[in-house]
Structure formats: structure tokens, C-alpha cells
């Protein structure tokens, strides 16, 4: 069963850079036509895909976040991250950590969701 969780500070300050893990089980985050992604969901609004890694490691970012964002991995400790810079009080969001099929583009695994708050 694959399971994904995400962690990090709940709590960032204007300006600051944000930072979450997500901790992968049940596979590996280098498993062939899968890739691994970032959505995010603000209060009251949709949700909103920032970014995946794929399975040889290339990135793609949403175009409108692309210069604030980096998504990396690390595979000895089957994890990969997200970085956001230069926050706002609009990048406050419940951010999930989800795996894709390549083949497809479906979402078939979903972390539970972390609520990070952009605030001074």
C-alpha cells in the first residue's frame, strides 16, 4: 500500500522560504512511470498543481510559480521536497504531496494535506 505524508513548519513568515518533505511508503520515489508532485489548495479556493518530479529526476513547475519554486528528492531516504521563496499571505494553502502516472497523468496517491500559514 502506498502511503504518502507530508511534514514541515506550519507556521512562515512573509518573505521567508517554505519548505516541506513528503515521506513515501509501499515504493520507491524512483519507481519507472511514476512521478511525484506538489498541489496546493488556499482557503476557499481549487486546487492548484506547482510542480512534480519525474522518474529520471527532470522537474516541471506551474509556469505562474516556476521562479519561487524547487522540487527535489532524495532517494536514499524516500522522500522528496518542496521549496517555495519569497512567501506571501497568499501562499497560504493546505499543500499535498501526490504521485502521478506518467503514462496517464492520474493522481492515484494523495498525502493527507498540511496546512502551512504564511504570517508575520
Known amino acids: 500500500q502506498v502511503q504518502l505524508q507530508e511534514s514541515g513548519p506550519a507556521l512562515v513568515k512573509p518573505s521567508q522560504t517554505l519548505s516541506l518533505t513528503c515521506t513515501v511508503s509501499?515504493?520507491?520515489?524512483?519507481?519507472?512511470?511514476?512521478?511525484w508532485s506538489w498541489i496546493r489548495q488556499p482557503p476557499g479556493k481549487g486546487l492548484e498543481w506547482m510542480g512534480v518530479?519525474?522518474?529520471?529526476?527532470?522537474?516541471y513547475y506551474n509556469s505562474s510559480l516556476e521562479s519561487r519554486t524547487s522540487i527535489s528528492r532524495d532517494p536514499s531516504k524516500n522522500q522528496f521536497s518542496l521549496h517555495l521563496s519569497s512567501v506571501t499571505p497568499e501562499d497560504t494553502a493546505v499543500y499535498y504531496c501526490?504521485?502521478?502516472?506518467?503514462?496517464?497523468?492520474?493522481?492515484?496517491?494523495w498525502g493527507k494535506g498540511s496546512l502551512v500559514s504564511v504570517s508575520s
Open positions: 518530479i519525474a522518474d529520471n529526476g527532470t522537474t
Open positions: 509501499g515504493t520507491s520515489v524512483t519507481t519507472t512511470y511514476y512521478a
Open positions: 501526490v504521485r502521478e502516472r506518467m503514462d496517464t497523468g492520474g493522481m492515484d496517491s
